[in-house]
């Protein structure tokens, strides 16, 4: 087996369309404090239910097995984005982030599907909170702003937002970004 063959790959639930936009204003609104953030592409926006990292073809069968069976329990659902965050901490800032409500059956989910990959021999998720990575802190000029205008966007209301269909995607990393491609789909 060619280490060619290998993706990184990982299972995610695409952002509505319908958001896109409140999202980007976030992005400007947090864009305006002008610090040095990497945004995400709104074509790239997801909620990541497992990265599985550098996987083979074998691997990538096994996995979408596994989905496809666990599906099949699960109904769609509606998924409330809401509230600015960051990861790790506010004085030390890797991450920003729009936060989940109504996470039940999305967690779900996640739990079911992760006690499965587990058997594959995956790393086991620890104290899973579904989240919306928006950008990624690349300095620390001006973060004061930002952190205030972080703070001013704890509470606000992106929206509501169907989950109707898991995705497994391979990501490229390239030096303009990532690059995501679908590789399956799975409806709920």
Do not use: C
Not at 64 to 81: A, C, G, T
Not at 110 to 118: G, N, P, S, T, V
Not at 150 to 168: F, H, R, T, Y
């Amino acid at each position: 087996m060619g280490t060619n063959s290998d993706m990184r790959a990982f299972l995610a639930v695409d952002v509505d369309k319908t958001l896109l936009n409140k999202i980007g204003d976030i992005q400007n609104n947090l864009g305006a404090a002008e610090a040095p953030v990497k945004f995400v592409e709104p074509q790239n926006l997801h909620l990541t239910l497992k990265f599985f990292g550098d996987i083979n073809e074998e691997k990538l069968n096994e996995i979408s097995n596994i989905i496809s069976q666990k599906v099949e329990n699960f109904n769609p659902f509606d998924l409330l984005i809401e509230g600015v965050g960051v990861f790790p901490s506010l004085r030390y800032i890797r991450v920003i982030w729009l936060g989940t409500k109504n996470i039940d059956s999305f967690s779900d989910i996640q739990k079911e599907l992760d006690d499965e990959f587990i058997k594959l021999g995956f790393d086991k998720e620890r104290s899973y909170i579904p989240h919306l990575t928006i950008g990624r802190l690349k300095g620390s000029t001006n973060k004061e702003v930002l952190v205030e205008k972080i703070e001013e966007l704890s509470d606000v209301q992106i929206g509501k937002m169907a989950v109707n269909k898991l995705i497994l995607k391979k990501s490229e990393l390239t030096p303009a970004g990532p690059i995501y491609t679908d590789l399956m789909v799975f409806e709920l």
